[in-house]
Antibody, heavy 120, light 110 residues
Framework: EVQLLESGGGLVQPGGSLRLSCAASGFTFSSFAMSWVRQAPGKGLEWVSGISGSGGSTYYADSVKGRFTISRDNSRNTLYLQMNSLRAEDTAVYYC?????????????WGQGTLVIVSS | QSALTQPASVSGSPGQSITISCTGTSSDVGAYNYVSWYQQHPGKVPKLMIYEINNRPSGVPDRFAGSKSGNTASLTISGLQAEDEADYYCISHTSSSTWVFGGGTKLTVL
């Protein structure tokens, strides 16, 4: 069974940094692209970043480009999102999601999410 | 990248059919067949309902159907049931190698 477990969320001050992790199991992690999607409280979904199965290709939404870095460790079956220069508008539940196969395929499985709150 | 346009809300009675539209541009919905639809119940994780315009993952009832015409994709739910009441989001691949979501549509089953 596919399982995705996010961690690393919490309260951080504006301008601060946080690293999210997503531990994957139940599938051959390196064979699938992954993405991070966020949802601000009471708001809609926003795609944040994606990465190919090998980790060689990364993609970012304009809203986080230059501040966030996606990466993966295929030996540890773990996806990461390094978030720097955090702003209040980055406050959201962050989901990691597994693609059906490559980056252009649909996000077929989602984790339960981890909450990030950016506030002083 | 601007969000895709969805109606804020739609409603229907049990047994009826409803359609949710998702309008983008020639750089996203109109350019690719990589359009998906997600269902999200309050407090729950989004669930993939339709991928690549009109394909249903295993386990999704055939009451859910997707289509596309030009820059607009659509999700049709026939034979509405109470458990279909949820938020629905479309998402499309873009020419910038990103993904863009619609703003979401709240479906109310009357």
């Amino acid at each position: 069974e596919v399982q995705l477990l996010e961690s690393g969320g919490g309260l951080v001050q504006p301008g601060g940094s946080l690293r999210l992790s997503c531990a994957a199991s139940g599938f051959t992690f390196s064979s699938f692209a992954m993405s991070w999607v966020r949802q601000a409280p009471g708001k809609g979904l926003e795609w944040v970043s994606g990465i190919s199965g090998s980790g060689g290709s990364t993609y970012y939404a304009d809203s986080v480009k230059g501040r966030f870095t996606i990466s993966r460790d295929n030996s540890r079956n773990t996806l990461y999102l390094q978030m720097n220069s955090l702003r209040a508008e980055d406050t959201a539940v962050y989901y990691c999601a597994k693609a059906r196969y490559d980056f252009w395929s649909a996000l077929e499985r989602w984790g339960q999410g981890t909450l990030v709150i950016v506030s002083s | 990248q601007s969000a895709l346009t969805q109606p804020a809300s739609v409603s229907g009675s049990p047994g009826q059919s409803i359609t949710i539209s998702c309008t983008g541009t020639s750089s996203d919905v109109g350019a690719y067949n990589y359009v998906s639809w997600y269902q999200q119940h309050p407090g729950k994780v989004p669930k993939l309902m339709i991928y690549e315009i009109n394909n249903r993952p295993s386990g999704v009832p055939d009451r859910f159907a997707g289509s596309k015409s030009g820059n607009t994709a659509s999700l049709t739910i026939s034979g509405l049931q109470a458990e279909d009441e949820a938020d629905y989001y479309c998402i499309s691949h873009t020419s910038s190698s990103t993904w863009v979501f619609g703003g979401g549509t709240k479906l109310t089953v009357l």
